[in-house]
């Protein structure tokens, strides 16, 4: 599986934006997908997850801002980012794997390339 996440930009602090994790190869709908940001200086931290059957996972910072979901069809995972915070700004990274889900970092095998988002105040 290839991930590659897209969708970040630069917006002001309480604007929304929508990033993608686009996978290619067969049976992503059976993937667990994360996604994960990290900040300047800052380590790798678990932002939302998803799983096959549609079970999400947030990290409590962005519970009421944040929404995954996934589009089988597209192969798709989207993560809608509302009332952005400047302490939202990080790299975000999209990961899947076909048997495990969760938090942590090591439960996923595939890692897609960052997608930067940069809130400013």
């Known amino acids: 599986v290839q991930l590659q996440a897209s969708g970040g930009g630069s917006v002001q602090a309480g604007d929304s934006l929508r990033i993608s994790c686009t996978a290619s190869?067969?049976?992503?709908?059976?993937?667990?997908t994360g996604w994960f940001r990290q900040a300047p200086g800052k380590l790798r931290e678990f932002v939302a997850a998803?799983?096959?059957?549609?079970?999400?996972a947030y990290v409590d910072s962005v519970k009421g801002r944040f929404t995954i979901s996934r589009d089988n069809a597209k192969n798709t995972v989207y993560l809608q980012m509302n009332s952005l915070k400047p302490e939202d700004t990080a790299v975000y990274y999209c990961?899947?794997?076909?048997?495990?889900?969760?938090?942590?970092?090591?439960?996923?095998?595939?890692w897609g390339q960052g997608t930067l988002v940069t809130v400013s105040s």
């Open positions: 990961a899947a794997d076909e048997v495990k889900f969760g938090r942590a970092l090591g439960k996923y095998d595939y």
């Open positions: 998803i799983n096959s059957k549609g079970t999400t």
């Open positions: 190869g067969h049976y992503f709908s059976n993937y667990a």
